[in-house]
């Protein structure tokens, strides 16, 4: 494809971040395949010969941070930063797009399921104008049933609660400087990027792509983590949930006249009342599951509150390598 024919932008200088987390496993295979993809990018002038990779040790456990060490040491362009201790996912992506001086930015997992070959269509499409391109699933067959649904099923939830989420997209994506620059203004502490990047606006655009079977190592988003995640994206978004309270206050209401109505009508035409049952037991069950509920969703909100007035900082860089 002729890049000059569409190209509005020159070539611009990238920045590819990528969380790790426990990865020495794969991040040798890592580092090497996308040092060949910024080559590769370079040769063909798409981006600027200054480009590097930014690997973000999250509080590693194993030898991730030494891996990353004889990388850096051994090529001008890895660039290292190491967290104090881990401070999860979102952060730690958040710290490399906050610590980045170059004109793009893609994140990327360090397990490398996302496909790397889309990048070059990300820069392509950024040169005609595009601030943010997100990298979106062509299909999720290499996902568990249960996964696949669960996912579908999470992405049409937000939608109908009117969180703006591009559909089967995650953190596989790019942004422009314009954008980075807009994000530093974004200071929750509850970060759920995938629901602030589409609040920031700009022009954008997806791209496809196959996700592959990761090779080394294990999933750092298991199920406790990933249903974690989903109810931050939910509450950090959107109030429906306190108006689905209200809502069901308002319902149970009007069915306990409906229930005293009916008790009353059994007691007046008919001898199989049981004394005492109808008026205190269903009731009981039925208005203390409704409360039990209620009180964990509010508490939920509570402690996203509690959590913002803190105020406490959502990352501590400790080391950098240039």
Known sequence: MNTSDTDTRSAPSLAIIVPCFNEQAVLPVTC????GTLEGLRETHRIAPHSRIYLIDDGSTDATWDVIEQTAAASDGICGIKL?????????????????????AISIDADLQDDIGVIEQMIDAYRRGHDVVYGVRRKRDADSLFKRMSAQLYYRLLRAMGISIEYNSADFRLVSHRVLRALRDYGEVNLFLRGIIPTIGFTSTTVLYDR????????????????????????????????????????????????????????????IAIPG???????????????????????????????ETKRRPRFIIEKTLD
């Open 32 to 35: 090497q395949r996308l040092l």
């Open 84 to 104: 104090s201790r881990n401070f999860g996912h979102q952060n730690a992506l958040l710290a490399g797009l906050l610590s980045v001086d170059e004109e793009i």
């Open 277 to 307: 049952w109808a008026s205190s037991v269903l009731p009981m069950y039925f208005l203390g599951g409704i409360q039990l509920l209620s009180i964990g969703v509010l508490g939920e909100y509570a402690s996203k509150i509690y959590m």
């Open 212 to 271: 592959v079977d990761r090779e080394h190592g294990e999933t750092k988003y298991p199920i406790g983590k990933m249903l974690a995640l989903a109810v931050d994206g939910i509450t950090s978004f959107s109030a429906l949930p306190l108006r689905m309270i209200a809502l069901l206050g308002l319902i149970i209401f009007i069915g306990s006249l409906a229930l005293s109505a009916w008790v009353l009508w059994i007691r007046l035409v008919s001898d």
